[in-house]
Each structure stands twice: as C-alpha cells, then as structure tokens.
C-alpha cells in the first residue's frame, strides 16, 4: 500500500512512462488483433488503460476522463495522446486535491472496503496486467514490442546475447 501521495506519483510516472511506450508502438491496423474471434482487441485493451486511470475518481478524486461512453478510437495515435491527457489530468488533481492522510481512507467499493493507498497499488499492477496482454496482441499483430521490464527478444540479439525462450 502507498502511505505517501509522493511515492504514488515517482511509481506511476515511471509506469505510465512504460504504458506510452507501449501504445505510441501501436498502429491503427493492430488495434484490431484479437486474441481468437469475439474477445477484446488490442485496440480495447488499450483504451480500457485510457479510460480505467478515471476509476481513481471514485476514490474521491475529481479531474476529467474521457467522454464517457466513447468506444475505442480508430486511431492509435488518439488512444496514445488521450492516456497522456487523462495521465496529466490525474496527477494535477492528485497534487491538488489529496494529502497523504487521504490513502488510509478507505472507500466501499462493490461492497468491499479498500484503503485508497491500496487501491492506488492495484492501480499501478492493474496497468501492468493489461500492458503485458498487449505485448502478446502486438506479437500477434506483427508489431515490436518496447522493452518494458527488460529487453525484449529482439533486444538480446542485438546485444550479441542469447535470448531466453
Ligand atoms: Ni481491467
């Protein structure tokens, strides 16, 4: 659990850095892999990071979302920029609005009571489930993912090392 808003803040940026690697290496066409027929498309895999960063806002944080009810954009390059837009948004409602005391709060949430610094965590490892969902999808795709939490595949051949299978 986060005890300090601080702490939040350095992980989150270092975080959303990756998840911008990530979907500034998308292009429109990949938005439609699939994992099989009738699941959730790259593209809506991306835009489910874009629109859950607003879910903070039912921890009693007050800042603008996307238009609600928007489905997944066409465009990669809009998905990209509106997470960086939301991302922004966030971080100045969090600087703004919030003093550490607020994430031992806790909030019921479907039924449950979470502590706000928790639900800040589950945030952060929400964002790197689906990140690494979209890794696969993009192998899919034909894309190359960025290295996230190490070099990819492709990163160790180009470094002369042999790649882990
Ligand atoms: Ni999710």
Redesign the pocket.
Known sequence: MFTRIEDFIAEWEKEAELTDRVLSALTDMSLRQAVISGRRTLGD?AW??VT?VHYMSTLGLEFEGAELGASTPESAEQIASEYRRINAELLRAMKAQWSDDRLGDTIAIMGEEYRNGDSLQYSVM?QA??RGQMTVLMRQAGLLPPDIYGPTYEGWVEKGMTPLA
Do not use: A, G, I
């Open positions: 895999l489910h990071l859950s929400h489930h689906h």
